[in-house]
């Protein structure tokens, strides 16, 4: 059976899980994946769903932080009862809603997919994901040479172009091989 996308003109982003309710008045507690504190401050509708092609949307009524978590209460949900079958499920937001990133920063899934090549044009294969560390993020390219883990610095990216979808940079020897 096909996935019929309930909003098939916006793209979602998640940013936080639904982890179990809090309290006896239908609050949820929940994870922020976002690197932003206060992501869900200010939001009138939060989608919720397993994936982004099966979310509904759901009015906020309250938000407030918990630790490193926080507590969102839904507009006409006012149980445990109302809100256990969102327990494990994923917030999203429009794409539209997402926060504008300070120069040279990207978002992780903006790279995924996109061709590394040398200077001279040689494809050193397709970034596969973006390992994220506290000195710098990791690039996981996947090519004719294996996996290599490049380092998202100045010294090894020369530059990124979201027109071509390509990344440039300079590999040191046996990085790649």
Same mark, same amino acid.
């Given at each position: 059976? !096909?996935?019929?996308?309930?909003? !098939? /003109? ?26 932003? /504190? ?11 769903? !397993?994936?982004?092609?099966? *979310? ?47 120069? @040279? ?14 200077? @001279? ?6 970034? /596969? ?10 690039? *996981? ?23 071509? /979808? ?12």
């Amino acid at each position: 059976m !096909p996935i019929i996308r309930r909003y !098939p /003109k916006l793209r979602f982003v998640c940013i936080g899980k639904v982890l179990r309710p809090q309290g006896t008045a239908g609050a949820l507690r929940v994870a922020n994946y976002s690197d932003l /504190k206060d992501r869900f401050v200010g939001l009138d509708v939060i989608y919720i769903g !397993p994936v982004e092609e099966l *979310v509904a949307p759901y009015p906020v009524d309250e938000v407030r932080e918990a630790g490193k978590h926080v507590i969102v209460t839904l507009a006409n949900r006012r149980s445990i009862e109302a809100v256990e079958d969102l327990c494990g499920q994923y917030c999203f937001i429009p794409e539209e809603q997402r926060e504008p990133l300070e120069e @040279d920063h990207y978002y992780i899934e903006e790279l995924v997919g996109m061709q590394v090549r040398t200077p @001279d044009g040689e494809s050193l294969g397709e970034v /596969k994901a973006v390992k994220q560390n506290p000195a710098n993020d990791l690039l *996981v390219v996947d090519g004719p040479r294996g996996e290599a883990l490049v380092p998202m610095v100045d010294a090894f990216v020369r530059r990124i172009d979201f027109d071509t /979808k390509t990344i440039e940079i300079t590999p040191i020897e046996g990085l790649f091989d």
